[in-house]
């Protein structure tokens, strides 16, 4: 499989996801956390990229981890 294949399959873009969620929600709460407890708004670009971030490392990861294994 090439890298693209890789990054599309299912089990890989579930644990990515998965990742993300957990991880872009506490970056979110330390980077964002005041501004939503004090009602000021969420910067929706810098949110987006909170949750992405995470989200391409564990994809990146998992990917070169099949292709080593193979």
Request: aromatic share 8%; glycine share 6%.
């Amino acid at each position: 499989m090439t890298f693209l294949q890789l990054c599309l399959s299912e089990n890989i873009v579930k644990r990515s996801l998965k990742v993300s969620m957990i991880v872009g929600t506490i970056l979110l709460a330390i980077n964002q956390g005041d501004r939503i407890v004090y009602g000021l708004g969420v910067d929706w670009l810098k949110a987006i990229l909170t949750y992405m971030v995470p989200y391409c490392v564990s994809t990146y990861s998992a990917v070169c981890t099949a292709m080593e294994s193979k």
